[in-house]
């Protein structure tokens, strides 16, 4: 089979293109034949060594698939027939080969059904942003309806999906954005939009939510702490999943005597169960129609390297996604 792999840790020009002998599925495994996969940060940060995690050499790099199974371990055969449309959102990571390649084997609890209908293609390019959204709210912010939620960031690839999933849960949004982008947002359910521009963003928000927020997420990696303590009603939680070099200050005062929180997560340390959960609430808003991306290209599987050097170079505005086959 042919795969985008790497031999060794560094830039976006150690990714070959080439052939891999075919992987064999064991007893608990499904074989599936890759159709697109998509191009996500994370997946920069393990191939340049930022982020270390166990692999074996040669190593096919990539996180997220849709695709068709092959055929399935004697363990799970009941469960995945041939022929069946399914994706994941966990290679690549903790001694798990990735799913930038023809043909994949991945583990039958990380492997979720293809909604009836629904793009394959929009599938891989929302399986990262979405699945990271859902674990922020509903795993490390405990949203409930009634919440006040404010999303910075929000018209980015994880950002719409954050407004969407919170609006949908009967949070009350606001979101920063350029003011191109109000428009989007709002149409993803936010109640309110602040231009980041603004030099009072604040202060604005502050007017907007005068008994604060319930559960602040950043996706623009910038983490200012200080900027955001003082925001948070009584018990409010802040959910950090970016920013790997930031050093942001916190003020601690304020923090604790509101009973606060500040939660740090990464989607790659979430159990194999936490993920299905994420994948069946993904797959019930995908297939009616509430998330979707806002913008993909997609590259043959062979331009993985190139796709690796745009995403590094802050060259990539929507979702990046490689297709293996069709």
């Known amino acids: 089979m042919y795969a985008a792999y790497i031999e060794e840790l560094g ?3 150690v990714i070959r293109f080439g052939e891999l002998p075919a992987p064999v599925p064991g007893p608990s495994d499904v074989l599936v034949e890759v159709e697109v996969v998509s191009v996500n940060h994370v997946d920069t940060f393990v191939r340049s060594g930022a982020w270390r995690t166990p692999l074996d050499f040669p190593f096919v790099i990539g996180r997220d698939l849709v695709g068709t199974v092959l055929a399935a371990g004697p363990a ?3 469960r995945f027939a041939p022929g069946a449309r399914v994706w994941c959102n966990s290679l690549g990571h903790d001694g798990r080969q990735g799913a930038a390649a023809e043909q994949v084997v991945v583990p039958a609890d990380r492997l979720y059904p293809l909604p009836e209908g629904v793009d394959p293609v929009d599938l891989v390019a929302l399986a990262h942003p979405a699945v990271t959204a859902y674990l922020a709210l509903f795993d490390q912010g405990g949203i409930t309806a009634g919440d006040t939620v404010l999303v910075a960031g929000a018209a980015g690839n994880v950002g719409s999906a954050l407004v969407t999933l919170a609006a949908h849960a009967g949070a009350r949004v606001i979101a920063t954005a350029s003011p191109r982008d109000f428009g989007y947002v709002r149409e993803r359910g936010a109640a309110e939009v602040v231009d980041y521009h603004d030099p009072d963003v604040p202060g604005r928000v502050r007017a907007l939510a005068p008994d604060g927020i319930d559960i602040h997420v950043d996706t623009s990696a910038r983490n200012d702490l200080e900027a955001a303590v003082p925001l948070l009603a009584s018990r409010g939680r802040i959910v950090v999943l970016s920013g790997l070099g930031t050093r942001p200050v916190l003020p601690v005062g304020p923090l604790y005597l509101k009973d606060c929180s500040v939660r740090g997560f990464a ?3 979430a159990t194999a169960g936490r993920l299905a959960d994420a994948a069946a609430h993904v797959n019930k808003l995908t297939a009616a129609g509430l998330l979707r991306p806002r913008a993909t290209e ?3 599987l ?4 190139r796709a690796h050097q745009l995403l590094d170079e802050g060259k990539v505005t929507g ?5 293996a086959r069709g």
């Open 298 to 300: 997609v590259l043959p």
């Open 267 to 269: 989607i790659s340390h």
């Open 319 to 323: 979702k990046l996604v490689l297709r």
């Open 76 to 78: 799970v055969a009941h």
């Open 302 to 305: 062979a331009e993985a390297a």
């Open 11 to 13: 830039p976006a020009d």
